[in-house]
């Protein structure tokens, strides 16, 4: 397979514009589509600002930073990826949506290209499907933020061919990041035990074993977590967290995939995190 030279990363969120940066960072020509200019100009900006504050810290040098920028261009048309040797996709969590992408990247971008997502928990192989290249799909999960976790999921579908996987492993390599091998089934590594901890979390509270507050003092005091599982439930995003539970919970019917009825009131309230304000703390 040919050597990855030009990345197109599909997505405007926070993911998407990590993903631009460290492929770009890396010496990676990219192309970020989002559906829309102002979107994808969004994402450039946004890129720029982070490196920018990068050379005021003196983490890297403002000809770096120029280099970076210099190697990325957006835009809202799909037909802008056809040249791509990887196309990595970070858009909403949901595999209908998914789906139709990789079944319109795969009548776009060049017959040898790479088509991988970013997913945390979908099944690799219903997108491979969507295509007439499942050989050439794998998951290439980055963990957010992208730019400073060092950690990559490279997940092989069934279908994946050993020349896609090493690939992919080269490319993250080539990134900075270590590289762990997965099978294509729900939740990868890190997913599929993180989120039964966080769940287990917030049952342990309502059985009045401690306190909230208690709970993340103590898993960051007695393990060594940066956070507790309170803290990175609104960092993750309840919403987000509920998708990925049931995902989990649809592919291995374990109960402790089951979300937690309090979960789910709460994304109903809109009380989602950080993100919304509020979420198990206050963020106002």
Request: charged share 20%; net charge negative; glycine share 10%.
């Amino acid at each position: 397979m040919a050597e990855i030279l030009q990345v197109g990363i599909l997505g405007s969120g926070i993911m998407g514009s990590g993903l631009a940066e460290v492929a770009a960072s890396a010496g990676h020509d990219v192309v970020v589509r989002s559906r829309t200019l102002e979107g994808a100009n969004a994402v450039r900006d946004k890129i720029a600002s982070g490196l920018e504050r990068k050379v005021a810290k003196g983490k890297i040098e403002a000809g770096e930073c120029q280099a970076t920028m210099s190697r990325i261009r957006v835009t809202d048309h799909l037909g802008q990826l056809a040249d791509c040797d990887l196309v990595i996709e970070s858009v909403v969590e949901d595999l209908e949506v998914k789906r139709f992408l990789f079944a319109e990247l795969e009548q776009i971008v060049k017959p040898e290209g790479i088509l991988a997502t970013n997913t945390s928990t979908l099944p690799i192989i219903d997108l491979a499907m969507a295509t007439q290249r499942p050989e050439q799909v794998c998951g290439i999960h980055f963990f957010n933020p992208a730019p400073a976790m060092s950690l990559v999921e490279i997940v092989r579908p069934i279908t994946a061919s050993d020349e896609t996987i090493a690939a992919a492993t080269s490319f993250a390599e080539h990134c900075g990041k270590d590289p762990v091998l997965v099978e294509d089934r729900a939740g990868f590594v890190v997913n599929a035990l993180l989120f039964p901890y966080l769940n287990n979390a917030v049952r342990l509270v309502e059985s009045g074993t401690a306190s909230m507050e208690d709970v993340d003092t103590a898993m960051k005091g007695g393990c060594g977590f940066p956070m507790g599982p309170f803290q990175l439930l609104d960092l993750v995003g309840l919403d987000t967290t509920v998708a990925i539970l049931d995902a989990l919970y649809e592919e291995f019917r374990d109960p402790h995939y089951a979300a937690v009825p309090t979960m789910r009131r709460m994304v109903a309230a809109g009380r989602l995190g950080r993100k919304s304000g509020s979420g198990f703390y206050d963020y106002g």
